[in-house]
């Protein structure tokens, strides 16, 4: 039984539902995550499967970290296709961008309390979307992977006579992006579940409940660091892309 | 009524007569006071103007969650809704999602129903015959507490579009009893398993994560981060997660 409700008169018009929390129109969020995500996605798309490297001297982007350069009869599979797997799961199936295109690509709803406009049934997470439970196994490799982008960050400044330079505009960005990445893994709800949100004592296992409590200081703000995080992965590619290939000068300090 | 331009110390305020057979908004101007909210307005007009207004209140103090309506297409209590946030015209209107009885008033009995379908709190029968008062300690208490300050408005299931635009009653509790449910299963003394029902009839698994409960809770329970997503890992941990599948195997539990 899923019948839509019949429309009522105490029903408010359409346009004419105001948010008392937010001074934004109702279609901002939406229209917003609509341009950003959706400009960030063709641009990871290009890079992924155009892109040949992502390496300039010691830096890395982290599209292209770890580096695999895997030939097929003298064909280079494009080494982003190695990584970016990862990070393409883990996003579409963490809970905030769960959200974000809930609301903004589907209308699902596009606001609260705004009417959705009638389409098929509404299955939530039960069917199609229902690998979404699978969120923890996107974690565990996203987890690894970041531990890769703290060693190229490492290795970045160690290897600062590559440069010529002490320290590079990129070991900066490479770093601000890896913390960044960091404090959107590691809110992660999977994460905050597996640290100690699934025991139902806390004060039976001290060690959990600590963990428990530092994932859910970087989890209230999770949304934050989704969009902080996209945004420092996109400018450390593009400004490593922009070094391949040969737009810009190097900037360096001694 | 007349609609003449309000004055500065006057608002306009629409508010909907009628019953499940139809009805219409009727405007009313009422003279504002400092710090009037909603409620003092409705209250004014049934006191001086429309004595037979159906309106359902108690506490006039956000707390005993009575007073739900949707102020310019939104759910709110109207308690706490000061008038002064409006500007000089506004709506009032009763939840949608709910059968209306007359005006303002809705039959919200079909929470009540869904609140009998959870199994309340059973500890194990050790801890049952324990003769001793038990001890609970502040980390355990406090989890629990946040769920505890729920004053049962409803609007969180007001708002559900699972509920409000899909009226998937059959289908989902709706966050206000994901609420009471995760209250339940991580208290460390209650014995249960409520995953299956949440799995089944619970319906956990409608709900999409597009908070749209938490932003209109009037005590600000997080909802979505502290209660939904929790359970939906602990339903993924026996339900979608074939490595503790096989975990379990090999422990020989089911
Ligand atoms: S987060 Fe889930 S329960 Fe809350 S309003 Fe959205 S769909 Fe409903
Ligand atoms: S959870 Fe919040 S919005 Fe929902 S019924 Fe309780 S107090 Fe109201
Ligand atoms: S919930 Fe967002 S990364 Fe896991
Ligand atoms: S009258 Fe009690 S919550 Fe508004």
Redesign the interface.
């Known amino acids: 039984m899923a019948t839509a409700p019949a429309a009522s008169s105490h029903e408010p018009l359409p346009g004419t539902v105001q948010n008392p929390y937010s001074a934004l129109p109702n279609w901002f969020y939406p229209a917003n995550v609509v341009f950003w995500l959706g400009l960030f996605v063709v641009y990871a798309a290009v890079v992924v499967l155009v892109e040949r490297t992502g390496r300039y001297g010691p830096y890395l982007s982290p599209f292209f970290s770890p580096e695999i350069n895997l030939r097929v009869g003298g064909f280079l599979i494009p080494p982003a296709i190695w990584v970016a797997w990862a990070p393409l799961a883990f996003r579409l199936t963490c809970y905030y961008y769960r959200k974000a295109y809930f609301r903004s690509f589907l209308w699902h709803p596009r606001s609260c309390a705004v009417n959705e406009p009638k389409r098929a049934t509404y299955r939530g997470e039960t069917r199609f979307w229902i690998f979404n439970n699978l969120h923890r196994y996107a974690f565990y490799a996203i987890f690894i992977q970041t531990l890769f982008l703290w060693y190229d960050v490492i290795a970045g400044l160690l290897q600062h006579q590559q440069l010529g330079a002490v320290l590079g505009f990129g070991n900066l960005l490479m770093l601000v992006n890896v913390l960044a990445l960091s404090g959107y893994t590691y809110g992660c709800h999977a994460f905050r579940h597996l640290a100690g949100g699934g025991v139902d004592c806390f004060s039976c296992s001290r060690v959990r409940f600590a963990l428990w409590r530092g994932v859910t200081v970087l989890n209230v703000r999770h949304d934050r660091w989704a969009w902080v995080s996209m945004f420092t992965v996109w400018g450390t590619d593009v400004y490593i892309r922009l070094l391949v290939h040969g737009v810009i000068p190097h900037a360096a300090w001694n | 009524m007349a609609v003449s331009t309000p004055s500065r110390n006057v608002v306009l305020m629409s508010v ?1 007569r ?1 019953d499940a057979d ?3 908004l009727v405007n009313y101007r009422v003279p504002i006071r400092e710090g009037m909210v909603v409620l003092d307005a409705v209250l004014w007009v049934q006191a001086n103007m429309a004595p037979d207004l159906a309106v359902r209140w108690n506490c006039k103090a956000a707390k005993c969650g009575s007073c739900s309506a ?7 209590l109207m308690c706490k ?1 000061p008038v002064a ?1 409006y500007g000089e015209e506004f ?1 009032v ?2 939840m ?2 709910f059968p ?1 009885i007359r005006d303002l008033v809705t039959d919200v009995s079909w929470n009540y129903e869904v609140n009998k379908k959870i199994p309340p709190f059973t500890p194990s029968a050790e801890d049952a015959a324990d003769p001793e008062p038990w001890r ?2 502040q ?2 208490v406090d ?1 629990i507490t946040e769920f505890r300050k729920c004053i049962e408005c409803f609007l969180c299931q007001d ?1 559900c ?2 509920l ?5 009653k ?3 509790f709706g966050p206000r009893f994901m609420i009471r449910t995760a209250s339940l ?4 003394k ?1 014995a249960l398993d409520r995953r299956p029902l949440m799995k089944g009839e619970g ?1 956990v ?8 409960c938490t ?2 809770c009037p005590e600000h329970i997080h909802i979505t ?1 502290n209660a939904i ?2 359970l ?6 026996l ?3 074939p490595l503790r599948a096989i975990g379990r195997r090999l422990r020989g539990k089911k």
């Open positions: 909907f009628g139809g009805g219409e949707e102020i310019n297409g939104f759910p709110r809704s946030e709506t209107r009763p949608r999602t209306i609970m300690q980390e355990d989890r708002v579009h699972v409000r635009n899909h009226d998937r059959d289908a989902f299963e991580m208290h460390p209650d319906g698994g409608m709900c999409n994560i597009t908070k749209c932003e209109v981060d997503i929790p939906k890992e602990r339903v993924a941990d339900y979608f997660d």
